[in-house]
């Protein structure tokens, strides 16, 4: 399902499957955006269970089963000069299990423009997801264009509040930012993540600043 350059939209009690095995089948991407409200859905495919794109603005997404898939992304954004940013996310009471990914802001590395702020994660739960919480600024899939370059989007107030659940891989929580745009007013509360069977898991930062508050396990590195 795509959402393009549309405004007042809501997506309720809807269910998408594809084979986790599937290449790029997002189940809904939305672009040039605004005021789209996501609820109540399930979905699981090869690819993001949402994803959200450039020229994004006030999106809440609330009550949403989500695997196999690679998660809930914000972006790839930064391949074009001149895009449009993202703001005002919400996403609320969420289940992600047996994903690549569960929350995911994800940028070129390239010197291009943009930004995400003012993003809102709470009451996730994660089971067995390979990167609960991940920030990569610097996505190159194809290893072409842009090693050795560093990401022009500047990613901003992104809070992260109540997470639980078990992270598939040592290093539940990565912020791998921008040399030349570090992210800033990231800020951490109540974050409760172990890596498979309660065993303590690790945080992993990079050109990264921001808070904490209640209990977080792992605990920050900023």
Same mark, same amino acid.
């Given at each position: 399902?795509?959402?393009?350059? $549309?405004? @007042?939209? %809501? ?24 005021? &789209?409200?996501?609820?109540?859905? %399930?979905? @699981?495919?090869?690819?993001? $269970?949402?994803?959200? @794109? ?11 089963? $989500? ?29 992600? %299990? ?16 943009? !930004? ?27 290893? &072409? ?6 990401? @022009? ?5 992104? !809070? ?10 040592? &290093? ?10 570090? $992210? ?39």
């Amino acid at each position: 399902m795509a959402i393009f350059d $549309c405004a @007042g939209v %809501t997506v309720q009690g809807i269910r998408i499957i594809a084979p986790a095995n599937s290449p790029n089948t997002d189940g809904i991407h939305v672009s040039h955006s605004r005021h &789209v409200s996501i609820l109540n859905t %399930t979905i @699981g495919t090869g690819d993001d $269970c949402v994803s959200i @794109g450039p020229g994004t603005s006030n999106v809440l997404i609330r009550d949403i089963e $989500c695997g196999p898939g690679h998660g809930i992304s914000i972006g790839s954004l930064g391949w074009q000069d001149g895009e449009e940013g993202v703001r005002n996310v919400t996403l609320e009471m969420a289940v992600l %299990t047996g994903t690549t990914n569960g929350l995911r802001i994800k940028t070129w590395a390239m010197p291009n423009s943009g !930004s995400v702020t003012n993003v809102s994660f709470s009451r996730v739960t994660m089971n067995r997801v390979a990167n609960p919480i991940l920030v990569d600024q610097n996505y190159c899939p194809r290893k &072409v264009d842009c090693p050795g370059n560093s990401s @022009g989007v500047q990613i901003s107030n992104i !809070s992260y509040t109540d997470i639980e659940g078990t992270s598939a891989t040592p &290093v539940a929580v990565k912020f791998n930012c921008s040399s030349t745009n570090p $992210c800033s007013g990231i800020k951490l509360r109540n974050i409760r993540l172990t890596y498979k069977h309660k065993r303590p898991a690790q945080a992993k930062c990079g050109n990264a600043g921001g808070s904490t508050s209640g209990e977080v396990r792992p605990p920050s590195c900023f």
